[in-house]
């Protein structure tokens, strides 16, 4: 390997280090006195039309997931591991779940509802305009950018963090689904 390229990939690795750094260090709910600075007020479009808030999960602790519908591989399976804990959940209805878009140019309501119909109905679809979605991205801190594929189309570059939020929409701290569900599920009591 030449020193150039050595050097080159060095750095890269560096960086990459810190940004893992300061992500974690902003997801292991380091809170201010004002709170996590993660969360936020929001008004979206649930995927069967209706207006929703943020002040309409207040009350019940809640998972929070950005993805978009065309995501080959992190979305569904995220969303298969939140619906895996809420079935483990039995029947309890305690525990919300978002999946909010990142990708509102596609995503609309009638998408979302088609695409999230193969996962648990207790995970709510939300979609908004671009101003809609920026600002809830920028509440949660999610980084996320078009991607141009060689076909012309695009992908979305985005932060794959599941949010547990609490009763009051505070961040919590990033949730684990990479556990069996029933000790997911079990974590989640502690919040009810």
Same mark, same amino acid.
């Given at each position: 390997?030449?020193?150039?390229?050595?050097?080159?990939?060095?750095?890269?690795?560096?960086?990459?280090?810190?940004?893992?750094?300061?992500?974690?260090?902003?997801?292991?709910?380091?809170?201010?006195?004002?709170?996590?600075a993660?969360?936020?007020?929001?008004?979206?479009?649930?995927m069967?039309?209706?207006?929703?808030?943020?002040?309409?999960?207040?009350?019940?602790?809640?998972?929070?997931?950005?993805?978009?519908?065309?995501?080959?591989?992190i979305?569904?399976?995220?969303?298969?591991q939140?619906?895996?804990?809420?079935?483990?959940?039995?029947?309890?209805?305690?525990?919300?779940?978002?999946?909010?878009?990142?990708?509102?140019?596609?995503?609309?309501?009638?998408?979302?509802?088609?695409?999230? #119909? #193969?996962?648990?109905?207790?995970?709510?679809?939300?979609?908004g305009?671009?101003?809609?979605?920026?600002?809830?991205?920028k509440?949660?801190r999610?980084?996320?950018?078009?991607?141009?594929?060689?076909?012309?189309?695009?992908?979305m570059?985005?932060?794959?963090?599941?949010?547990?939020?609490?009763k009051?929409?505070?961040?919590?701290?990033?949730?684990?689904?990479?556990?069996?569900?029933?000790?997911?599920?079990?974590d989640?009591?502690?919040?009810?």
């Amino acid at each position: 390997m030449s020193g150039r390229l050595f050097l080159s990939l060095a750095i890269f690795l560096l960086g990459l280090a810190g940004l893992g750094g300061a992500a974690f260090m902003l997801l292991s709910g380091q809170q201010g006195a004002q709170g996590a600075a993660i969360g936020g007020p929001f008004q979206l479009t649930s995927m069967d039309g209706r207006q929703v808030t943020d002040a309409d999960f207040k009350g019940h602790p809640f998972l929070v997931f950005f993805g978009y519908t065309h995501c080959p591989d992190i979305c569904p399976t995220e969303l298969f591991q939140i619906s895996q804990i809420l079935k483990a959940r039995g029947n309890d209805q305690q525990i919300k779940a978002l999946f909010i878009t990142v990708d509102p140019e596609r995503d609309t309501p009638a998408v979302m509802k088609k695409y999230l #119909s #193969s996962f648990d109905p207790r995970i709510m679809g939300l979609s908004g305009t671009r101003a809609e979605t920026n600002k809830v991205e920028k509440e949660y801190r999610v980084y996320a950018r078009k991607a141009p594929t060689q076909n012309g189309d695009y992908a979305m570059d985005h932060t794959a963090v599941i949010y547990l939020m609490d009763k009051q929409g505070r961040f919590v701290s990033a949730f684990n689904v990479d556990r069996p569900p029933q000790v997911a599920a079990k974590d989640l009591d502690s919040y009810l």
